[in-house]
């Protein structure tokens, strides 16, 4: 019973047959590899992926982790059944139950358990052999002895006979047990050899799993950044439209009690009028001159007291205005600290926090008063040597970066020879080693005439892809340890992402000959290229 469980674990899910390459999800079930693929490949269509075994729903296609215990589990199983696949002939003496042979003689051409092996013949012309069932191949097929030797130079194996006379007379042969040993040697060197290789290629594999998932890890959290960044985005905006509708629902309903007001005194003043209006009208009508005459007068139709009423409603008039959109704005003037802070959230520092030390500043290079361009000159600045001044070339930016992720861009002019990016402050001042992407302390991108490069450590990578732009972004990411340069064309374009452990703080520094760099303005809230 507990050999059928046991066997029943070493089965795939999916194909039901003993796992070939395991392979395991987030969840903790395993799979083949292949069976696994196949089903994730149908999933793709739909975007949702579940395990086959716990219908765990994954939000991205998962990751295949390799089950090193469980293939190790495997591979001995299969050696296992190998090696009892061998052992499974039978004495040719044992008639009437199958004994398991433990030896074969080549001159009886039969196999042996332990009983008859302790009885056989022990003379020299029985040659005993690890069991097999092909005896009669082991005889030579043209005199039918024993085959005992191994002629080097043809390969072949050769009884005594061959040996002394025929085709093979004069070879160097050896006897077999010696020429396997020696082959066995070479195969042990090999297998060494290839073992080897097979731990630098698990060690690789494994370096990647690890990677891919520090990258799915990374991802993920950058997914759960951005998310948390839009979702506080649209809840600000949603307290913000809330607020200005409400201001702008206060001020109409106070402009709508004021018209109202305004126009229920107007209409009564509009049915006075009308009263008066009507009466006149009945007196201009009448014919009897002494009823006219016996009312009392009107003056101009409209009292003193009637125009004090007239000026408080025009003043009420003039005070009915339309909604204060000074207050609306100020309301919205909100909006500004929003995107600042969705700037403090996306990417924290651009290229207006770079400026060039000058006390760093080679004697052939010229600083522009605003610290943000270097041009190289044949006058000599005659600025005192110190150990902070690079010898030839190049400058450093006055600031270093510990942490976070920051950019700055560049603008260089077509000319001969340039270099941009970004060293450690312990960087070599003199000697030829001292030019950024020359040594391990300094990462650059370099132009040549026309080929464009980065170095490292005095390692050239050429770019392959042609270059159209004089523009550049150069962006560190601290923790991780990218140093990634980018051509600022249409769409920006990544060239290349130095990955580093960095010890130091990291300075911005240019390299030029023959023509000069600027260092141009950048958005502050630039997120990194994919």
């Excluded at 998932?213 to 950044?225: F, N, V, Y």
């Excluded at 950024?436 to 005095?458: A, C, E, F, P, T």
């Excluded at 560190?476 to 600022?488: H, I, K, P, R, T």
């Excluded at 990955?499 to 630039?526: C, D, M, Q, Y």
Aim: hydrophobic share 30%; charged share 30%; glycine share 4%.
């Amino acid at each position: 019973m507990a050999s059928a469980d046991l066997k029943a674990e070493l089965l795939c899910p999916i194909c039901l047959h003993t796992y070939t390459d395991p392979v395991m999800l987030r969840c903790g079930h395993n799979f083949c590899r292949v069976c696994i693929d196949r089903v994730l490949d149908i999933q793709d269509e739909s975007g949702v992926y579940t395990c086959p075994g716990c219908r765990e729903e994954f939000q991205k296609r998962p990751a295949l982790m390799r089950n090193l215990g469980l293939r190790n589990i495997m591979e001995n199983l299969l050696v296992t059944k190998h090696k009892e696949t061998e052992t499974g002939i039978c004495c040719t003496y044992c008639v009437d139950s199958p004994v398991p042979a433990v030896k074969s003689c080549l001159h009886c051409e039969a196999s042996l358990c332990e009983k008859h092996l302790r009885v056989h013949s022990k003379s020299s012309e029985h040659v005993l052999s690890d069991p097999s069932t092909s005896l009669e191949n082991r005889k030579c097929s043209v005199h039918k002895k024993i085959l005992e030797y191994f002629c080097t130079e043809d390969s072949a194996f050769i009884c005594v006979s061959c040996s002394l006379v025929g085709e093979h007379l004069g070879h160097r042969v050896e006897m077999l047990d010696e020429a396997s040993e020696k082959k066995k040697r070479k195969l042990r060197n090999i297998f060494q050899k290839l073992s080897t290789k097979r731990e630098e290629t698990e060690g690789r594999v494994q370096n990647l799993e690890e990677r891919w998932r520090k990258a799915q890890e990374k991802a993920s959290k950058e997914a759960e950044r951005v998310t948390a960044l839009f979702t506080d985005i649209r809840r600000q905006l949603d307290d913000l439209e809330k607020r200005v509708l409400s201001e702008i629902s206060r001020q109409e309903m106070e402009e709508s009690l004021s018209f109202s007001s305004l126009i229920q005194k107007l209409e009564i003043k509009k049915d006075e009028l009308s009263g008066r209006m009507r009466h006149i009208e009945e007196l201009c009508n009448m014919t009897d001159p002494l009823t006219v005459l016996q009312e009392p007068d009107t003056g101009d139709l409209c009292d003193p007291e009637d125009e004090g009423g007239d000026e408080d409603i025009n003043r009420c008039l003039y005070d009915v205005g339309d909604l204060d959109v000074a207050v609306i704005s100020d309301k919205l003037h909100t909006l500004c600290d929003i995107i600042t802070d969705i700037r403090r959230g996306i990417y924290v520092e651009g290229s207006g926090d770079i400026l060039l030390d000058v006390n760093t500043a080679a004697n052939n290079i010229l600083i522009s008063d605003d610290l943000k361009s270097a041009t190289w000159t044949q006058n000599n600045q005659n600025s005192p040597e110190t150990a902070d001044r690079f010898q030839k070339n190049q400058v450093m930016s006055s600031r270093g970066f510990t942490s976070g992720r920051h950019y700055w861009d560049v603008e260089s002019s077509r000319s001969v020879g340039w270099r941009v990016g970004m060293c450690y402050p312990s960087i070599d001042r003199r000697g030829r080693q001292s030019f950024i992407g020359d040594n391990n302390k300094s990462w650059s991108l370099r132009r040549y005439y026309n080929q464009y490069l980065v170095k490292h450590d005095g390692k050239d990578i050429r770019l392959p892809d042609k270059i159209f732009s004089n523009r550049f972004r150069i962006c560190l990411d601290y923790e991780a340890g990218q140093l990634s340069f980018y051509e600022l064309c249409d769409p920006i374009r990544h060239l290349h992402t130095f990955t580093a452990t960095f010890t130091e703080p990291l300075h911005a520094a240019l390299s030029v000959w023959r023509n000069s760099i600027k260092i141009s303005g950048g958005s502050r809230n630039w997120e990194k290229p994919s």
